[in-house]
């Protein structure tokens, strides 16, 4: 049975940025995120979402997780890629992560490329990144 939930207005401007923790993944990804809602943090179920930023010339590194994910790019330029296939990216553009699925994004532009990403899941920590690179 599911915990009753509350509404949850959240500012990003007042989290604090998170990173890798792993080091050696850190070293190789230079990518940033906010948890917006995510159970373990707010009275929320059902969906984990966030935004996150790549500074240009970065990337988020080749992975892949159970869950199956979204992204909405807010801002920047990108190359995306999902299993076989890939696209250029920007502002506007949504992209469905199916359950496993091998993905990577590359910040092609002069900009950070800022996305906002969801998780139909309860909470962030159940969600195990694997990476493929």
């Known amino acids: 049975m599911r915990t009753q939930t509350r509404p949850v207005i959240i500012n990003q401007a007042d989290l604090p940025w998170e990173g890798w923790e792993d080091a050696d993944v850190a070293a190789r990804s230079a990518i940033r995120w906010k948890l917006l809602t995510a159970g373990e943090r707010t009275e929320s179920a059902g969906l984990v979402t966030g935004i996150a930023e790549i500074p240009p010339g970065e990337r988020l590194l080749l992975h892949h997780h159970g ?33 496993n699925a091998r993905h ?21 920590d159940q969600v195990d990144y694997h990476f493929d690179e």
């Open 104 to 124: 990577t994004l590359h910040c092609t532009g002069a900009e950070p490329l800022i996305l906002v990403f969801s998780f139909a899941r309860d909470r962030f």
């Open 67 to 99: 869950p199956e994910e979204t992204y909405y790019i807010v801002q920047g330029r990108g190359r995306m890629e999902i299993d076989d296939r890939a696209a250029d990216v920007g502002p506007g553009c949504a992209a469905y992560i199916p359950p």
